[in-house]
């Protein structure tokens, strides 16, 4: 009899998580309960500590369990449970979600091994293509609000000071960029909450550039670096990784709590207790650099809390670990505001306290503005450091990559913040972005129930739709017929996600399509029905699955 005949057995630890789903399903565990711990659990199954990770990991993501900071996994309420519509018996019988979308491009580690990395031939770059296509309504690409007081005030502005600096055609704005934006920028963080010299900002065309100056950078002092990434996580962040010569490194992270750093601490530690097995050899994890998003975490919408902000910044000190410490969305959380990175940095230096790691914060306009105004900036905790990521170093390469930016956008950005008309559109655009989100997730509830799962944003305005009853080959042909629907979004596996999903932009729904107030005719009935083809769409396919 050929090998074939004999189906391979599962990974150990997705026996464990399938083991687990039974429970679940079965009602062995309760909504509520509390799971054993990541060290209890690895002695009660004999597997290694990262393969529970992993298998906790695996369902997390699909919704059947929540992680909560310092108090270990309860089972998730029923509301939230990625249940499959079949009976457990069945199950048995048939191949699980998890066994049909292992896929090697939406897999991703959850210990010391590379992660997916981007190439120029891979579909990321047609999708992104697809997402700020014009034609189709945007609901894949992360652009912000664009009909706000704002920015028809920044436009304004725009065209005075192009008059103005027509007579000087040959001007740059030179890095570190204008010293009257660094102000602007810097007195606007500061009365944020976020104290700021406006010497230690740089100017940079937007956070991808600003990600791969200090990338760039990197690699200058150190060389080929290895990099500690989220994932899921942005896959922009996977291609600057890639561009500068560097490995990523995927780190487990969840939906309400964004990185797990009691699993990075025990990675990082090797730790003794775990039991070495076949599948898995316990190593300890070592890392160069860790970026890092503490708030509005891109997909999932998680956000750490105070004691993980403080604990991350320590582990990262004990183990020489430089921290790139991503905002983009960080103006844009809701409820919880908590300090930055940068902020408990400077708090810890100001007290005498222990060791803080070299950070760098990267902001952007791009989320919070308009993707158009190209501009960014860099926060450098250490900015009189001698090293090519102190600020001399950061000048020149900025200087390298592209000489300056426009005076007259300058100007305008700066005029617009120092009035206070910036400061006024965030806190405008957070209650904004919090209805639109909140009422884009009942709308789904209502229409879909528990085949989705939606777990909720911490801020920002982009919401994880979870579809854990398809798996990678149907959520391709619901991608593609989102597509011939004429709406863009962005599939789950560009984010190495282990789960089915797609990304959705709630910014692009206005508030009379999410209430279901009808407009005319014409390009506002278009605009209108996209939710209800969205909707319709993933019925479709949902219903189909269940069929088949």
């Not at 990267?362 to 450091?385: F, H, I, M, N």
């Not at 206070?420 to 509830?445: E, F, N, V, W």
Request: charged content about 20%; some cysteine.
């Amino acid at each position: 009899m050929s090998d074939n005949a004999h189906p391979r057995p599962l990974p150990r630890y997705q026996q464990l998580a399938e083991d687990l789903r039974h429970q679940i399903h079965r009602g062995s565990v309760i909504a509520g309960q509390q799971l054993p711990s990541l060290r209890q659990q690895a002695a009660q199954s004999g597997l290694g500590l990262n393969s529970v990770i992993r298998a906790y990991g695996e369902l997390e993501a699909a919704g059947l369990i929540t992680a909560y900071p310092r108090a270990g996994y309860r089972v998730a309420p029923l509301d939230e449970h990625a249940l499959s519509g079949r009976s457990p018996d069945a199950e048995h019988n048939s191949p699980s979600p998890l066994q049909q979308r292992q896929t090697p491009r939406q897999t991703h580690a959850l210990g010391p091994c590379t992660a997916s990395t981007l190439t120029i031939s891979d579909p990321a770059w047609q999708v992104m293509a697809h997402a700020s296509d014009p034609a189709l309504a945007p609901l894949g690409a992360a652009h912000p609000e664009l009909d706000a007081p704002a920015v028809r005030r920044l436009y304004r502005l725009v065209r005075h000071h192009i008059t103005h600096h027509a007579e000087h055609p040959s001007a740059y704005a030179l890095p570190p960029g204008s010293s009257v934006l660094r102000e602007a920028i810097a007195t606007h963080l500061t009365n944020g909450g976020h104290p700021c010299d406006s010497e230690a900002l740089l100017i940079c065309q937007g956070a991808q550039q600003g990600m791969s100056l200090i990338l760039g950078q990197l690699r200058a002092r150190h060389g080929s670096c290895r990099i500690g990434v989220e994932a899921p996580g942005y896959f922009g962040v996977l291609a600057a990784i890639e561009a500068n010569g560097h490995q990523a490194i995927a780190l487990p992270t969840h939906a309400h709590t964004a990185l797990d750093v009691e699993a990075l601490a025990l990675m990082l530690a090797g730790d003794a207790s775990a039991v070495p097995t076949p599948d898995h050899v316990v190593t300890r994890l070592t890392l160069d650099a860790l970026i890092v998003t503490p708030d509005c975490h891109n997909p999932l919408g998680g956000q750490l809390d105070l004691a993980d902000r403080r604990r991350l910044l320590s582990l990262a000190a004990r183990h020489d670990i430089m921290v790139i410490e991503n905002a983009t969305f960080a103006e844009l959380s809701f409820e919880t505001r908590r300090p930055w990175l940068a902020d408990l940095k400077q708090l810890q230096s100001i007290a005498g306290g222990e060791a803080m790691p070299e950070l760098i914060t990267l902001c952007s306009l791009s989320k919070t503005l308009d993707p158009r105004t190209r501009c960014g900036w860099l926060w450098l905790s250490e900015r009189d450091a001698p090293s090519p990521l102190g600020m001399q170093g950061m000048i020149r390469a900025r200087w390298a990559s592209g000489m300056g930016d426009m005076p007259w956008m300058h100007a305008a950005l700066s005029e617009l913040i120092t009035s206070g008309d910036y400061g006024r559109h965030i806190h405008r655009m957070r209650r904004c972005y919090a209805r639109r989100l909140a009422s884009l997730r009942t709308h789904l509830r209502n229409e879909l129930g528990d085949q989705v799962w939606l777990p909720p944003a911490s801020g920002g305005y982009l919401q994880w739709c979870g579809l854990p009853n398809l798996n990678a080959q149907q959520l391709e042909q619901l991608y593609q017929t989102l597509l011939a629907a004429g709406i863009a979004t962005l599939p789950g596996s560009l984010f190495n996600a282990s789960s089915i999903g797609l990304r959705l932009n709630a910014a692009q729904l206005d508030d009379s399509q999410l209430n279901g107030t009808p407009y005319g005719v014409g390009e506002d009935e278009k605009k209108d029905n996209t939710l209800e083809r969205l909707t319709t769409h993933l019925k479709q396919a949902l219903s189909q699955q269940d069929s088949a």
